[in-house]
C-alpha cells in the first residue's frame, strides 16, 4: 500500500454543479434547491419567519422539501465518496505493486461492497416512502408466527451488534400467529431493532412478542440508551427525521415513518415510551386479522 495518505471521503467529495431552470419550471417532490428566483426572493426577505411564511403553504413545503432534499444527497454523498476513493486506492495499488494477491483485493473492496449495500438499503426505503405517499403499498398477508420473523431478524443483525457492544435478547411468547405481510414486518423489525442498536449504545436491547391485553399481537423493543425527550416522540415518526438531533449516524431519517405506515397499513399502531436518560421502547400492536388468510 502507497505510503501517502489518501484523502478523507469528506474530503473527496465534491458538490455536483446544477444549471438554473426555467422560471415556470414546477418543482417536484425531491427536486434540489431549485429556482434561482427562489434564492433571490429568500434573500430579499427578512431572517425571521413572519405572518406572511406562516400563511404560505407552498413556500412551506417547498422549504420542506429542500431541507429533505439536502438530508438524502448527504446520505448518497457519503457512500458514493467511499467507493469511489476505495475503488482509486486499489487502482493506485496495483499501477504501483503490480499483481495483487486475492487477499489484498478482496481487503480493499470490502469497503466499497458495504457502502454499496448502504446505498441498496436507502434507495430500498425512498422507494418504500415512494410507494406509501403514493398510496401503492400492498400487502401480501400469509398466516405466519411474528415469533419467527423477529427470531430471524435478531440472527441477521447480529453481527451489527456484536459489533456496537450490544447484546439482543428475545423473549417470545410463542405462538403468535396472525395474517400479515412478512416481508413488511422484516422491514418493521429490522428498523427498530436496527435502530436500538445504533442509539441505544452498548448495553441490552429486549425484543418482546407476545398476545397483548388489548386482544393484539405485540412486539415491543426496549434499548438502554440516552433516550428521547418527549417533545420528539411525535416528530421522529415523521419522513427525514431522526431520534437524535446532530446525530452523527448514518441514515436518511426514514425508518421510524417506514415503521408507522406498514403497521398502519396492517390495521395497528405504534407507541413510544421514553424519557431522557431511561432509553426507548417502541410497542408494535396489530390486529391477528386471521380473517384475511
Not at 417532490?29 to 426572493?41: H, L, S, T
Not at 407552498?58 to 475503488?87: G, Y
Not at 504501483?96 to 494477491?101: H, S
Not at 473492496?109 to 438499503?121: D, E, F, H, M, V
Request: glycine residues 8%; charged residues 30%.
Amino acid at each position: 500500500m502507497p505510503s501517502n495518505s489518501p484523502p478523507s471521503p469528506a474530503a473527496s467529495a465534491t458538490r455536483a454543479s446544477a444549471g438554473t431552470p426555467p422560471a415556470n419550471r414546477r418543482v417536484p417532490k425531491y427536486d434540489r434547491r431549485p429556482v434561482e428566483r427562489n434564492r433571490q426572493a429568500d434573500a430579499q426577505e427578512p431572517a425571521t419567519v413572519g405572518a406572511d411564511y406562516l400563511d404560505d403553504p407552498v413556500r412551506r413545503e417547498r422549504d420542506a422539501r429542500d431541507r429533505q432534499l439536502s438530508v438524502v444527497m448527504h446520505e448518497f454523498r457519503t457512500p458514493i465518496s467511499s467507493i469511489k476513493l476505495n475503488l482509486e486506492l486499489l487502482e493506485r495499488s496495483a499501477h504501483q505493486q503490480g499483481a495483487l494477491d486475492a487477499a489484498k483485493v478482496a481487503e480493499f473492496l470490502a469497503i466499497p461492497k458495504r457502502q454499496l449495500n448502504r446505498l441498496s438499503r436507502m434507495v430500498d426505503r425512498l422507494l418504500d416512502v415512494a410507494q406509501v405517499e403514493s398510496d401503492r403499498l400492498v400487502l401480501a398477508r400469509e398466516r405466519l408466527d411474528l415469533c419467527d420473523v423477529v427470531e430471524d431478524t435478531a440472527e441477521r443483525l447480529g453481527a451489527d451488534a456484536a459489533r456496537a457492544g450490544s447484546d439482543v435478547h428475545l423473549v417470545l411468547d410463542r405462538p403468535v400467529i396472525g395474517c400479515w405481510d412478512r416481508l413488511r414486518l422484516e422491514q418493521v423489525t429490522t428498523n427498530l431493532l436496527a435502530n436500538a442498536v445504533k442509539y441505544g449504545g452498548p448495553g441490552r436491547v429486549t425484543a418482546t412478542v407476545r398476545k397483548g391485553d388489548d386482544g393484539q399481537a405485540e412486539l415491543s423493543v426496549n434499548d438502554e440508551g440516552g433516550g428521547i425527550a418527549e417533545a420528539d416522540h411525535q416528530r421522529i415518526f415523521e419522513p427525514f427525521e431522526r431520534a437524535v438531533h446532530g446525530s452523527k449516524q448514518d441514515g436518511a431519517g426514514l425508518g421510524l415513518y417506514i415503521v408507522r405506515q406498514i403497521v398502519a397499513a396492517h390495521g395497528g399502531s405504534v407507541r413510544l415510551v421514553s424519557h431522557p436518560g431511561d432509553g426507548a421502547t417502541f410497542s408494535v400492536h396489530l390486529p391477528f386479522a386471521l380473517e384475511e388468510c
